[in-house]
């Protein structure tokens, strides 16, 4: 899920919501295949500061996986909290407070931080709220994505055949 309106400035201060994420590989593959599943907050003051890794959960299937049948994923969002979950609210896989006496930037640690040789600041401070920036409608947005280079299928692990640095096109025709 995307904020309406960037409110906060570019991807990702204004944040994002990941509200099921999962691979189509086998249950065997190194990284987790089809039988789990993950749920992020995106949100930072630029793209290199963003804390998605404090806020990403994940929930493995047990004896099956999400191919053999239908799954309900669903979210429950208010100003006091976050979560996500897989078939019933009582099987949470992310659960996220947004605590009154401690913001979004101090949750981040962003305080002292550089990018670039220049301290970031608080896209967020002019709201005084503690769920800022997720304070703000957001669309759902339904994609399905095929490979990758930006580490979600590490290098080197389950037969990849093509590398994070590479040209993919290229690898992929030269696999076959």
Do not use: C
């Amino acid at each position: 899920m995307l904020p309406v309106n960037e409110t906060y400035g570019p991807w990702p201060s204004s944040g994002e919501i990941d509200l099921v994420e999962t691979r189509g590989n086998d249950v065997d593959y190194p990284a987790g295949g089809r039988d789990i599943m993950s749920s992020s907050l995106h949100w930072g003051p630029t793209p290199e500061t963003d804390s998605f890794w404090r806020s990403t959960r994940g929930r493995a299937l047990r004896r099956t996986d999400f191919s053999k049948g239908f799954h309900t994923f669903g979210i429950e969002w208010s100003k006091d909290y976050l979560f996500t979950y897989i078939d019933s609210p009582l099987q949470q896989v992310l659960f996220w407070s947004f605590d009154k006496d401690q913001t979004m930037w101090q949750k981040g640690h962003y305080e002292g931080v550089a990018v670039n040789s220049s301290l970031v600041k608080d896209p967020w401070s002019q709201t005084g709220n503690p769920n800022t920036p997720f304070d703000q409608p957001f669309f759902l947005i339904l994609n399905v994505a095929v490979g990758s280079t930006n580490g979600w299928f590490p290098d080197g692990k389950g037969g990849k055949p093509w590398t994070d640095v590479g040209q993919a096109a290229s690898d992929f025709y030269s696999s076959t």
